[in-house]
């Protein structure tokens, strides 16, 4: 039987999901389009894998990190390039963050127009650091011209959340990532913001 307050709670987790990702580009243009069913059906692909990879850490008691990786100034590239070049564009940027990924089973789901959503369990801070900068190098050497960017080829910036995972999937996890990649962006590109959430994670176990 369909659970009405599961329902509710997933359709509320993805109104802020397209909250948060909308804070993070600027408005569409030159006839951007926007996001339709398909982008619908990625993201529910998207909250799955999540929530596997949560289950997966907590069974274990280990870490897991989750990056949203997001190509820079993807708006400005489709309005000089055209639909067709955003196109290759993005499936070369996934093709290279798939390759550069550290482990056979771990997947790049995409998420939204130039949004990539990578969940690592059992991978803590460091080596998910190491794993990010792999991704974003990966990316520069595809070498691909962006005029309207000021690296001159296409970057992605990165949020990078870890935490210990315990119960059942916590929304606000991803939606802690999504806020690093927002304040990646802010400090120009190619950049990558971590949000460490074991040590407040940890505090509050103690207190309780």
Same mark, same amino acid.
């Given at each position: 039987? $369909? ?9 509320? &987790? ?23 069913? @398909? ?18 850490? @907590? ?18 590239? &489709? ?50 650091? $190491? ?13 691909? @011209? ?8 296409? $970057? ?14 916590? $929304?606000? &996890? &991803?939606?802690?990532? /999504? ?15 971590? /949000? ?13």
């Amino acid at each position: 039987m $369909t659970d009405l307050a599961s329902i509710e709670q997933s359709d509320d &987790f993805w109104a802020r999901v397209r909250m948060a990702l909308g804070a993070l580009r600027p408005p569409a243009r030159e006839g951007m389009p926007s996001e339709g069913p @398909a982008a619908q059906a990625r993201q529910a692909g998207v909250q799955e894998e999540i929530g596997r990879s949560w289950a997966m850490a @907590a069974t274990r008691l280990v870490s897991m990190s989750l990056l949203v990786i997001e190509i820079d100034r993807m708006s400005e590239f &489709f309005a000089v390039y055209g639909k067709d070049a955003t196109d290759r564009c993005v499936r070369q940027v996934m093709r290279a963050i798939a390759d550069a990924l550290p482990r056979d089973g771990d997947l790049c789901l995409r998420m939204g127009q130039a949004t990539f959503v990578v969940a690592l369990p059992d991978l803590p801070l460091v080596p998910a650091k $190491t794993s990010a900068g792999h991704i974003a190098e990966a990316i520069r050497k595809l070498g691909v @011209a962006h005029r309207e960017s000021h690296a001159g080829i296409v $970057t992605v910036s990165m949020g990078l959340a870890v935490i210990n995972p315990r119960g059942e999937y916590d $929304t606000g &996890f &991803f939606e802690r990532a /999504a806020g690093a990649l927002k304040k990646a962006q802010r400090k120009g590109l190619g950049r990558l913001q971590v /949000a460490d959430l074991r040590p407040a994670e940890e505090r509050r176990r103690r207190a309780a």
